[in-house]
């Protein structure tokens, strides 16, 4: 709540309720000269006909819930809704990004053992650290969620404070272990490894956490998140099987830009909360419209720059197989993204993201040779 005191001149609660704050029995706002007060009785049927718009879709889908996205069936399960905060819907990039680097190492080979190998790598990248960058994510926006979507599990009480905090602690050091080990199982002298999930982890708390909150800035944050997505399991799934190089970590980190623009798509359906708790989003500091173009651009410029490289290096085929997974994306982002960024985001990035980390597997596949 600090954060919001942060905002505004002054912000009185009385009673405040998590589970619904429409049920709060007062809420006052303090806004320069003017005050807005909003009263809300203790019913359950006259607090939800305050906010229509807020409730979850009726007979919600439990495909949604487990994968944590929107349009979630309410669930009480504990264990489920342990699953829905770690939303497993954003685990396929970073298990994607360890094959990626996998790829470029060269030295990946189908053998039983560099096949566990790779598959505790993922469960690091994905399950664990993901998890744990989602759950302290949801942890640290619970104030926003409680006016976007107040009946996710965290602000609808679902789930107990010290329930989540366990969670945070479980997932971090699962990760980290499962780092060491494969440092070991490797063979570092150096563990590598275990120093990449250690900043993965440290970037994921400096993003959510006050009082850095990286993302609080548009740019920064969406970098950031945009380079845990593509750099961070890029790098482990290399160094596992190889070595990383210079030229690749500054590859990686200019692909990165593609991940910014990936971020702000998440971006505009938060724009009513984010501006509430004074989060400069880019949706927020430019607006819808330009925001929209500010991410397709980001997405599509960075992968032609890359082709560009790629081309200039002497790698033709790999250059134009990247460009026509170019023209998908751009196709969609048309049909569905430019129109409606609210309403289509699902769709656009389920139609138009298969093929831009098929172009990273393209782009890990020529470092390799």
């Known amino acids: 709540m600090a954060s919001l005191l942060n905002t505004v001149p002054s912000v009185k609660l009385s009673n405040f309720n998590y589970n619904n704050p429409l049920r ?16 809300a009785t203790e019913t359950e049927k006259e607090a939800k006909a305050e906010a229509p718009d807020k409730a979850p879709a009726a ?12 349009g ?42 560099d096949v566990a190998k790779s598959i505790v790598c993922m469960l690091m990248s994905g399950p664990f650290l993901t998890g744990y960058t989602q759950t302290i994510n949801d942890w ?19 789930i107990s404070e010290q329930e989540v905090i366990t969670q945070i602690w479980v997932l971090l050091l699962g990760g980290l272990g499962l780092a060491g080990i494969l440092d070991v199982w490797a063979g ?5 490894i275990f120093y990449l999930a ?48 210079p030229d690749v970590i500054v590859l990686t980190l200019l692909y990165s830009i593609a991940g910014l623009g990936i971020a702000i798509v998440n971006d505009f359906k938060s724009i009513e909360g984010d501006r509430a708790m004074g989060l400069q989003s ?16 980001a997405i599509d410029i960075t992968q032609i720059s890359v082709a560009g490289y790629l081309l200039g290096a002497g790698k033709p ?28 985001d699902v769709k656009y990035q389920a139609s138009a993201q298969p093929f831009l980390i098929l172009g990273l597997l393209v782009t890990a596949l020529a470092t390799s040779h």
């Open 24 to 39: 709060s029995s007062k809420i006052s706002f303090s806004l320069s000269r003017r005050r807005l007060v909003v009263r």
């Open 282 to 297: 880019l949706p927020v500091a430019f607006g819808s419209e330009a925001a929209k173009w500010i991410c397709v651009g």
């Open 140 to 158: 640290y926006d619970r104030e926003i969620d409680a006016i976007n979507e107040p009946y996710r599990p965290i602000p609808s009480g679902a």
């Open 59 to 70: 007979g919600g889908s439990s495909i949604n819930q487990i994968l944590g996205i929107k």
């Open 72 to 113: 979630a069936k309410q669930e009480t399960d504990k264990w489920k809704i342990r699953v829905q905060l770690t939303k497993p819907v954003t685990w396929p990039p970073l298990i994607w990004g360890v094959v990626c680097g996998a790829a470029a190492s060269g030295n990946f080979h189908w053998t039983p053992e």
């Open 188 to 192: 570092h002298d150096f563990p590598v």
């Open 198 to 245: 250690l900043g993965g982890s440290l970037l994921s708390y400096i993003y959510s956490a006050p009082p850095l909150k990286l993302k609080q800035n548009g740019w920064i944050g969406n970098f950031a998140l945009g380079a845990s997505y593509i750099s961070l399991p890029w790098w482990a799934g290399q160094a596992l099987f190889g070595t990383l190089t």
């Open 317 to 344: 085929y790999y250059a134009f197989a990247l460009l026509g997974l170019i023209a998908p994306q751009v196709f969609f982002q048309f049909k569905y993204f430019l129109k409606d960024p609210v309403k289509y």
